[in-house]
Each structure stands twice: as structure tokens, then as C-alpha cells.
């Protein structure tokens, strides 16, 4: 087996996969949630007379918003380029939180001297079904960050340098 160092991980692939070459460790690894590397640098080292194959993956630099992907969880569509990101942003559904809309009307309520308007709405309960919604909305949003592969956010315990 030979051990890969990328995005700051080691991982393990056959040796046969190595054998192959860069294209083939490059298949392989973006299938396996790397995207990144279909234009990384990647440099094999050892591999010969028995010795453990190391292979380096080394992002290559490119300007900001060169390569935008989209990817769609609901539909599985992978397009690139501002424009199809724009396209697709254009033809999503129009959606609004419920808790940013009645957010959104308590400012102009108060701007237009309703001080009444909280009251009327958390009688009549449009206030809990906003922050239901939202709280279903915001767990959803994590558990397909999650199934995408990404890491789901959460505090840290330490400070990174320089802050």
C-alpha cells in the first residue's frame, strides 16, 4: 500500500493505483472527496526495491473564481463557470425563511410605528411556526453539508495563531 499525503492527510491506496500513474490516482481520489485534485501537482516518490511508495499532492495555485463548481445534492448536476452558477442561482426555487420574512416585517412594522405588531404575531402563533421552520430548515442545511461530505461547523476550543 502507499500512503498519499493530501490536503494535510495521509491516506492509502494500492500500489497498483500508483503503478498506474497520476491520472489514475487522481480518478481515484476524486472519487473519494478530493475534487481539488484533478489539477494538483502530484509527485511520486520511493515505490522501488520494496520501499513503501509516497505520493505528494500539491494544490496548484489559480485565480479566485476560476474554477466555481456547482453541485447539485437534489439533482446531481456538476456545472462550472460563473455563468451556469448564475443560471442555476436564477432558476432556483424562490424560497424565504419564514423567520427572515417575519423578521423582515417586524423592522418595517416598527419603522411605521406598529408597536403592536410582536404582540399580534406571537398571539397567533406565527412566531413559533417562523422559528420551527427555520430550526427544520438549519438542520436540514447540516445534514446535507453533511451527506456532501463536508464538515459540519462547529466552535473551536483553541485560537488559531495570529488572532
Known sequence: MA???????????????????????????????????EKAEIKIVGGKEGAPAIVKVSPRAQDKGADLELRSAECGVRSRGTEDFIDALASAPEYVNPAIALAAEAFQAEAQGDVDFIERVVRSGQLERAVAEGEREGAEVMRLLAEMGHVVPGSSKTVPVGF
Open 3 to 37: 500512503t498519499v499525503q493530501i490536503e494535510g492527510k495521509n491516506v492509502t491506496l494500492p500500489d497498483d493505483v500508483v503503478k498506474a500513474g497520476p491520472d489514475a490516482i487522481r480518478a481515484v481520489l476524486a472519487s473519494n472527496g478530493f475534487p481539488g485534485v
